[in-house]
C-alpha cells in the first residue's frame, strides 16, 4: 500500500529548493560582481588598475607623464607604508568609497583629495623625501598652519 508524502515534508521540499535557489542566487552574484569589477586587480600595484575607474584616466595619464612614474607608483604615494594592517585598512576604505561613489555616480567633477588621504599622501612623501626636507618640514605659513608637500608641490605626482 503507497503512503502519500506528509505535508510537512514537501514543505520542506520546497522551502529547501528556495533556499538553494536564493543561496546559488546571492553566491553567483557575489561571483560576478567581483569578477566584473575587477576586484582581485585591486589586490596588486599595477598602477593601471586605478584607471579602470574612467574618472582617474586623467589622473594615471598625468603621472605617467609626471617625474614619479620611474619611481613611485600609485600606492606608494597613497597608502602608508607604516605597517600592512594599516595599508590594507586605508586601502580598503579607499576602495569601498570610491566603489559607492562611481556606482552611485556621485563622484564630483572635480576630484579633491580629503584631509585623511593627505596626511597618507604627505607621510609618504616624508617617507622617501626624509633628508632633504627636515629643516623645512615643520615651518608654518603665514596662518600658523603647518605647510603640508602638496601645498607647493601639487602636480608633482599630478600634473
Known sequence: MATAKKPSSVL????????AIFIGSAIGSVIFTIGYSEMPSYLGTD?????????MQQYYDSWA?????????????HLPSTDIVNKYYVQLDDGMRHSYIFATKTYPQNIVIRPSSL???????????????QQ????????????????????????
Open 47 to 55: 598602477p593601471q588598475t586605478c584607471a579602470n575607474c574612467h574618472v
Open 12 to 19: 520542506r521540499s520546497v522551502l529547501g529548493i528556495l533556499s
Open 119 to 133: 596626511a597618507v599622501v604627505n607621510a609618504q612623501c616624508l617617507t622617501c623625501h626624509d633628508v632633504m626636507t
Open 136 to 159: 623645512i618640514r615643520y615651518v608654518p605659513d603665514a596662518n600658523g598652519e603647518t605647510v603640508t608637500c602638496s601645498h607647493c608641490h601639487s602636480t608633482i605626482g599630478h600634473q
Open 65 to 77: 607623464k609626471g617625474p614619479h612614474h620611474a619611481v613611485a607608483k600609485c600606492d606608494d604615494c
